[in-house]
């Protein structure tokens, strides 16, 4: 009885908490959709959705944004919490040996604050780097209020072929039996059970590595493809039939043209896609997470080391990434962070691409109502309106006019829940 008496107290108290309201009084509030400023208005939040948006101020508690510019959470569509930053081998292979799966979590635990705290209310994370399943373990984690972190989805391991993917059997002791960065296959067979089992385990989305061995020639970029037609089709279809979706890793015509033939939905990196892809692109609608700063991050690292293929794509990049917009290629916002280190800027590429031909507004759009559509989240992320989930972030100045403000947010809901405010 005692115990019935508790369970009731507590699941009032949970409606009485569930069912209090929170108006936010913006300056500047950002329409992701149509690209408008409206002034002074006020979103009412309840729970952790947004109830209302209007004039309307009465409220239980009421926080005061009216210097700030606000805009829905930011939508970073290519994340790697489980790593912290490879520039060169080296760097990855420490990591996948020297710390264990547990250190390497209790890192991400960081990294997914730190997106938080940039601003990026939800995260699309491509792949742990050989740290198993524990993207799983941090979505859920967050999701029970265990630990702060975004909205996220998943990919687990991520799939190549045997051989294709660091740790390298050559660069150690052949004797040694090493851990690989990813889930191994070879033949459809192989494909398709990995994509169940990753499926089995929780992902969201399947991740390819469709292409390797970058070169440049004098036609644009080539590549090795690693699927064969019947394994990237294996695990296209398997995915697709699952109601699941296809991320594809590649950068040059042998693993894009492939990987959209497969069914993929998004293409990562991207870096030296020629016409052809392009026009595919359109036609399919699949949308393009270019992560720009990570290749300039490595590029000279890289260079050291004996690959200059980074600095390539450094100065063919703009050109490419003007006539992907000017043909209509869907960007959506995807940055690589953990390429790179989790406490360098996570909204560098909005620079990028103001600079190389997209208005801020629009830059803005591809980790925001664009970056909904990729994840199929219209409605709940990505925008400020009725209905949707209460991730709201704000800045200082106009964003609108000076893109590297979003480099520094000041103000993060996530959920209905306050994470960061301006220290005064
Ligand atoms: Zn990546």
Redesign the pocket.
Known sequence: MRLTILLFCSILLQQVIAQKTIAIKCGKLFNARTGNIASNQTIIVKGNRIESIGTDTKADSIIDLSDYFVLPGLIDC?T?VLLQADITSEDYDVQILKESIPYRTIRAVKSCNQSIQNGFTTIRD??TEGAGFADVDLKKAINKGEMIGPRMFVSTLAINTTGHYPIKASDYAWELHLPKGLQEITGADEARKAVRSQIEHGADWIKIYADRSYYKTENGYRGLPNFTTEEINAIGDETIRSRKKLAA?AMTRDGIIAAINAGARSI?HGTGMDDECIKLMVSKGVFWCP?IFVNDYVAEGRAKAGSIINKQFIETLPAIFKKAINAGVKLAYGT?IG?YAWDMPQAKDFEYFVKWGLTPIQAIQTATITASQLLEQEGNIGEIKTGAFADIIAVKGDPTKDISLLQQVKWVMKDGVVYKTEKK
Do not use: A
């Open positions: 290519h790697h491509l792949g890793h990562e992560t690589d390429g």
